[in-house]
């Protein structure tokens, strides 16, 4: 996964680093919208707030240091939001992935299919006249 120009290893089917991500992402979610932390702060202040939460988030994830290669240790709201993104996008991309493979190989789709199949079967044997009796 490429993030901001830095290649990052992450695989959201592996069930281990899927919880350390949700787990992470959860905090994030919980830190950011914590009002009590931006009183009394002025926006640059708050602005450091938010970027220090991401910057946990992705060391948490990714291991120490990671956000440091990543932001170089500036804090750009901008391209911490812009970070947190892709790896929320990466997420939904994965979570559809996996509902289509899903989707694929559910016994109901099957079912489906072998229906439709049966119900050509009948159209094109009445079709070529071979099914009832059609006496003229």
């Known amino acids: ?6 290649e990052l290893e992450f695989d959201f089917y592996d069930a281990d680093q899927l919880e350390v991500y949700e787990r992470e992402n959860q905090k994030v979610v919980e830190q950011v919208k914590e009002p009590t932390q931006y009183e009394g702060k002025s926006a640059s202040e708050s602005i450091r707030i938010q970027c220090g939460i991401i910057d946990t988030f992705f060391d948490n994830v990714f291991g120490s240091g990671t956000a ?3 932001f170089h240790g500036k804090a750009n709201l901008r391209d911490h939001m812009e970070a947190f993104g892709i790896m929320s996008q990466g997420s939904v991309n994965s979570r559809k992935e996996l509902d289509a493979i ?3 190989y559910t016994p109901n789709r099957a079912g489906r299919r072998q229906t439709q199949k049966e119900r050509s079967r009948r159209y094109n044997h009445h079709a070529a006249g071979k099914g009832k009796n059609h006496n003229l």
């Open 1 to 6: 996964m490429n993030i901001l120009g830095v």
């Open 102 to 104: 899903g989707e694929k």
């Open 68 to 70: 440091k290669r990543l």
